[in-house]
C-alpha cells in the first residue's frame, strides 16, 4: 500500500499502523449507543443551541470533524450540528440566523459572537454534477444523516445533553485503527461528490492514517475518470493537505491514484515529495508546483488569490526562502524619501530601490542604511 511506502519519507517505518495521537479510548466492536462523561468537549454556547433545540420537541447532536478530534484529542476548531428540526423551525427559535445553504437544510446560527451551522437530518438523491445531490429530503432520522456522510471517522454524533455516543458505521474502530473508510460502497460515495477523493487524501495527511483498501481501490478507479470539483474547493483541499503534519503521505497517495495527475498534471516521485514535506507550510505549495510542466498555467488556473500568486512567484525567484521572498523595497533601510534625500529624483528612485533590493536578496546583513548610501556613492 502506498502507506507504507510513504513513511520512510518521515524518517520511520511503523510495522502496521503509527496513530500519531492516540484514541482517548478504544472502543468495542458493539459501539451503537455508548455514554461518554468526559470525552468530548462541548463549549456553552453549543449546549445552549441544543438546550434550545431539544426544549423545542427535536433531537439535536454534534457531528463530524469536533467528535473526531475530541476523540482523538485534537485540538477543535468549530463544531457543526446535526438536528431533526427543519429550516424554518431553527430560524424560528434563534434571533440572529443565516440562510446558508437553506434548500439543502443548513442554517447558520450567530451565538456568543460564533457561527454555528445546523442542518437538518436529511436523505440524499443521485448527484448528476458529481458535487450536490439532485434531491434531498428532511424528515430523516439521524442515523439514516449519518449513513449519507463520506468516511465512518466522520459519522460519529454525540448528543451532548445525554453525553451519548451514536456510532452506528463504527467510526471509533476505524479511529483506533488509524483508518480512513468510505461509508457503504466507495464508488457510489465518490460519484456522489469527487471532492471526497481529495479528502480522503487530505485525512491521511492530516491524521497520518492510512486508506482502507477497498476505498483505496475506489479511489485509484475513478480519479482519473470523475469530474473534477470546482477549482476553489480542490484549491482549499490541497492547501489544508500542504499545511498538515504528515502532508508527504497525503501527497503519496494523491499522486499513486491519479488525482494529482488528473487535477495538476503531476505525477510525484519519491524524492519530489519529500523536496515538498521538509519545507515549512507556507512554502510548500511552491515547490508542489514548480514540479509541473507548466507551473504558470497551473498558478493560473487553480484560484490563488492575487497576494499568493504574487508569493508563489517570488518564491519561484528566489530559491524557495520564504523570507528572501517576503522582502520588499519598503522593508530596505533606505527610504524613498532619503534617496531623494541624496538627489535622486523620479524614475531613478524606482531604479535604485530595484538595484538595492538586488544586492540585499544577496546579503541581507547589507541593509542597513549606511551600507546602502555607500554602495550608490560609489
Known amino acids: 500500500m502506498p502507506f507504507y511506502e510513504a513513511w520512510h519519507l518521515l524518517g520511520s517505518r511503523p510495522e502496521r499502523v503509527l496513530n500519531p495521537v492516540e484514541p482517548k479510548y478504544t472502543p468495542t466492536d458493539s459501539c451503537y449507543y455508548r455514554t461518554v462523561m468526559s470525552q468530548i468537549r462541548v463549549p456553552d454556547y453549543i449546549i445552549a443551541i441544543c438546550k434550545t433545540l431539544t426544549e423545542a420537541g427535536h433531537s439535536c447532536f454534534v457531528v463530524g470533524g469536533a467528535v473526531r478530534d475530541s476523540l482523538l484529542d485534537r485540538p477543535l476548531y468549530d463544531y457543526d450540528l446535526a438536528s431533526s428540526a427543519f429550516p424554518d423551525e431553527v430560524i424560528a427559535l434563534f434571533s440572529h440566523c443565516i440562510e446558508t445553504g437553506k434548500d439543502f437544510g ?24 458529481s458535487r450536490h445531490p439532485d434531491k434531498v429530503a428532511f424528515g430523516a432520522s439521524i442515523n439514516e444523516d449519518l449513513t449519507r456522510r463520506d468516511f ?60 482502507e483498501d477497498k476505498t483505496w481501490k475506489g479511489m485509484c478507479e475513478l480519479s482519473a475518470t470523475l469530474p473534477l470539483p470546482a477549482l476553489e474547493r480542490v484549491h482549499t483541499e490541497m492547501t489544508k493537505l500542504l499545511h498538515a ?23 510525484l ?82 531604479e535604485k530601490q530595484r538595484l538595492l533590493l538586488t544586492v540585499v536578496l544577496r546579503n541581507q546583513l547589507l541593509n542597513e542604511k549606511s551600507i546602502l548610501e555607500t554602495f550608490l556613492r560609489a
Open 152 to 211: 465512518s471517522i466522520n459519522a460519529i454524533a454525540y448528543d451532548p445533553l445525554t453525553k451519548t455516543l451514536l456510532d452506528p458505521l463504527n467510526g471509533q474502530k476505524d479511529l483506533s485503527r488509524s483508518l480512513i473508510r468510505a461509508i457503504g460502497e466507495p464508488h457510489k460515495r465518490f460519484s456522489e461528490d469527487s471532492l471526497r477523493l481529495f479528502r480522503a487524501c487530505r485525512f491521511s495527511a492530516t491524521l497520518g492514517f492510512e486508506i
Open 269 to 350: 516521485s519519491a524524492a519530489q515529495m519529500n523536496a515538498v514535506r521538509i519545507l515549512e507550510p507556507r512554502v510548500r505549495w511552491a515547490k508542489l508546483l514548480s514540479f509541473s510542466d507548466s507551473p504558470q498555467q497551473q498558478l493560473d488556473s487553480h484560484r490563488f488569490s492575487r497576494a499568493d500568486s504574487r508569493m508563489i512567484k517570488k518564491l519561484w525567484e528566489r530559491d524557495f526562502d520564504y523570507e528572501k521572498a517576503s522582502f520588499d523595497v519598503k522593508d530596505l533601510a533606505l527610504s524613498g524619501a532619503d534617496l531623494q534625500a541624496m538627489g535622486f529624483e523620479g524614475i531613478e528612485i524606482g
Open 245 to 267: 503534519d504528515f502532508c508527504a503521505i497525503g501527497l503519496k497517495y494523491a499522486s499513486d491514484c491519479g488525482l494529482l495527475n488528473h487535477s495538476f498534471g503531476l505525477t
Open 106 to 129: 443548513t442554517v447558520t446560527v450567530i451565538i456568543d459572537k460564533q457561527s454555528v451551522e445546523i442542518t437538518t437530518f436529511r436523505t440524499e438523491d443521485t448527484y448528476s454534477d
